[in-house]
């Protein structure tokens, strides 16, 4: 088992830009292929559209910078044209997590200062 990656290498990436961190969050369930990362970054994220263009270049920093990497498509016969499928490493998993620590940090300073509203509140 590869060993975790080292704090300091994970914290030196933060904070990661929105873009990025919307393509690690698709990929924190497994694998997809850019058809599939482009709908589930408009599902999670209330509708941030991504040209594919876009999306690729992103994905190959990340893959540059080790954070994802091009696999199999998991749901692929073998006679069927390769789609290209990314997934998590262990850094991109370390780095999301990181990440979406310090957003969350952000996320409450908001409440308590009421910019944003309580889940639930109405108004």
């Not at 393509?23 to 709908?39: M, N, S, T, W």
């Not at 941030?48 to 696999?71: G, H, I, Q, T, W």
């Not at 069927?80 to 850094?91: G, K, P, Q, V």
């Given at each position: 088992m590869p060993a975790a990656p080292a704090h300091a290498d994970v914290m030196s990436r933060?904070?990661?830009p929105p873009r990025d961190y919307l393509i690690l969050f698709a990929l924190v369930d497994?694998?997809?292929?850019?058809?599939?990362?482009?709908k589930s970054i408009e599902a999670q994220s209330g509708g941030v559209l991504f040209?594919?263009?876009?999306?690729?270049?992103?994905l190959r920093?990340?893959?540059r910078d080790r954070l994802?990497?091009?696999?199999?498509?998991?749901?692929a016969d073998a006679s069927a044209s390769r789609r290209r499928c990314y997934e998590l490493t262990l850094l991109g998993r370390a780095v999301l997590t990181a990440e979406?620590?310090?957003?969350?940090?952000?996320?409450e300073a908001a409440r308590a200062r009421r910019l944003?509203?309580?889940?639930?509140?109405?108004?």
């Amino acid at each position: 088992m590869p060993a975790a990656p080292a704090h300091a290498d994970v914290m030196s990436r933060l904070p990661v830009p929105p873009r990025d961190y919307l393509i690690l969050f698709a990929l924190v369930d497994g694998p997809l292929h850019g058809h599939g990362l482009l709908k589930s970054i408009e599902a999670q994220s209330g509708g941030v559209l991504f040209d594919p263009a876009n999306l690729y270049r992103s994905l190959r920093k990340l893959d540059r910078d080790r954070l994802v990497v091009e696999v199999d498509d998991p749901g692929a016969d073998a006679s069927a044209s390769r789609r290209r499928c990314y997934e998590l490493t262990l850094l991109g998993r370390a780095v999301l997590t990181a990440e979406a620590t310090r957003l969350a940090r952000l996320a409450e300073a908001a409440r308590a200062r009421r910019l944003v509203r309580p889940e639930g509140a109405e108004g």
